[in-house]
């Protein structure tokens, strides 16, 4: 298994551009997070999936989309880039509410210029 | 609202030391109080976890102390190794509204193990 996998790496935006941040998971879990990571700080939910389908607002949702149309896939959307949005992006999934540990990806490191 | 706060902010230990890390919470609906460990350039990975039915759980060198009462769970590391030398966080766990479950970060401990 590869667990969660995020592409691209790296990136560097303009502002007012938009991207999508792609995160794939091979271990059939039901849900998927994105979090942010700014730096000295903890990570932050800005959205997550029960299913595919279904997807709801985490803490910080501002400036953000997601879609799951798949078990596997949840894609995050930037869809007008702001300085504010430079960061680390994580996604993570888990395979239920009762079985608690979440798996996390690699990061996807985003500057906003 | 910090609901989170760990302590401290960086942490030094002679190798073979024992490293200690705190965690305060606000939230009494917190039902899972995990440990994460995150090396650079890699996102975080579990460490330890307990559920608030205990008060301590030992996974070989890493074990969690839990006090309900006082809504503090703290990490142990004994004889530290400098291949422990990463950032902590604790995240305890709630449900969310969506059903899924919310991981609330705290800011992170930078623990550098010294030879």
Not at chain 1, 84 to 98: D, G, L
Request: charged share 15%; aromatic share 12%.
């Amino acid at each position: 298994n590869a667990g969660v996998t995020q592409t691209p790496k790296f990136r560097i935006l303009k502002i007012g551009q938009s991207m999508t941040l792609q995160c794939t998971q091979d271990m059939n879990h039901n849900y998927m997070y994105w979090y942010r990571q700014d730096p000295g700080m903890g990570l932050k939910l800005i959205y997550y999936s029960v299913g595919a389908g279904i997807t709801d607002k985490g803490e910080v949702p501002n400036g953000y989309n997601v879609s799951r149309s798949t078990t596997e896939d949840f894609p995050l959307r930037l869809e007008l880039a702001a300085p504010s949005q430079t960061s680390v992006y994580f996604c993570a999934s888990s395979y239920s509410r009762t079985v608690n540990e979440q798996f996390f990806g690699p990061g996807t490191r985003l500057t906003v210029l | 609202q910090q609901q989170v706060k760990q302590s401290p902010q960086s942490l030094i230990v002679q190798k073979g030391g024992i490293s200690i890390i705190n965690c305060a919470y606000e939230n009494t609906a917190f039902d899972y109080f995990p440990w994460y460990q995150q090396f650079p350039g890699k996102g975080p990975a579990l460490l330890i976890a307990i559920r608030p039915d205990v008060s301590e759980k030992k996974e070989g060198r890493f074990t969690i102390s839990f006090n309900k009462s006082a809504k503090q769970f703290s990490l142990h590391i004994m004889d530290s190794q400098p291949g422990d030398s990463a950032t902590y966080f604790c995240a305890p766990g709630g449900i969310l509204t969506g059903g899924g479950n919310k991981l609330t970060f705290g800011t992170g401990t930078q623990l550098k193990v010294e030879l």
